[in-house]
């Protein structure tokens, strides 16, 4: 079902696109087998492209279907095409898969009490810590404002844009303006 002609990619689309409505609607045992024909072989290669090897592609694959089924009710045929659905879940089962092959085993971790602070280090960072809240203190206060909103208070750009009714642009031009003055600050300060 692959085509150069864009009428033909649209109606394929569409058609990828109504068997995982009715997955999701109807539960469809038949068109998930069509889904799976189809998708199984491009998700397979695909993950291999991306650096699986062959049986955790195929493991991999297993895992993005069974995802297609289990989910399919958050699949928004207005949002992205079936393929893009489809390729998005392998893409970040992939990065999963990284990510829990490189955690380290509980054994690899240390244990037992964390050695005492050197006392040096502590004055050092206390010190840093009062340049720091005194450089905050100089800003403006609507970049002081957006500073703590994104740092201490952890909310996104997007976030604060909507709390502020700011637009984005503002928000990360303040924000970039507020981190150059903080690190002029605290630069000056190593300076003296």
């Known amino acids: 079902m692959t085509s150069e002609n864009p009428d033909d990619k649209t109606r394929e ?9 009715r997955i999701r609607d109807h539960r469809d045992e038949a068109a998930f087998a069509a889904l799976f024909r189809h998708f199984a072989p491009r998700l397979k290669g695909f993950l291999i492209r991306s650096g699986a090897d062959a049986a955790q592609a195929e493991e991999l694959v297993q895992e993005v279907m069974t995802t297609a089924w289990r989910k399919a009710a958050l699949f928004d045929p207005t949002r992205a095409s079936a393929a893009t659905w489809l390729f998005t879940i392998a893409r970040n089962k992939r990065i999963d898969l990284i990510r829990r092959t490189r955690r380290p085993e509980p054994e690899d971790l240390p244990w037992g009490p964390e050695p005492d602070p050197d006392p040096a280090a502590l004055v050092g960072l206390q010190q840093e810590t009062e340049y720091l809240g005194q450089a ?19 909310m996104t750009h997007s ?9 984005l642009g503002t ?4 924000l970039r303006l507020a981190l150059d003055r903080l690190r002029h600050a605290m630069d000056t300060k190593d300076a003296r």
């Open 13 to 21: 689309n569409a058609t990828w696109a109504a068997l995982l409505i």
């Open 171 to 174: 928000i990360k031009s303040r």
């Open 136 to 154: 905050l203190a100089a800003l403006p206060e609507k970049q002081r404002d957006l500073v703590q909103k994104a740092y201490f208070g952890e």
């Open 159 to 167: 976030e604060i844009a909507e709390a502020t009714g700011l637009p």
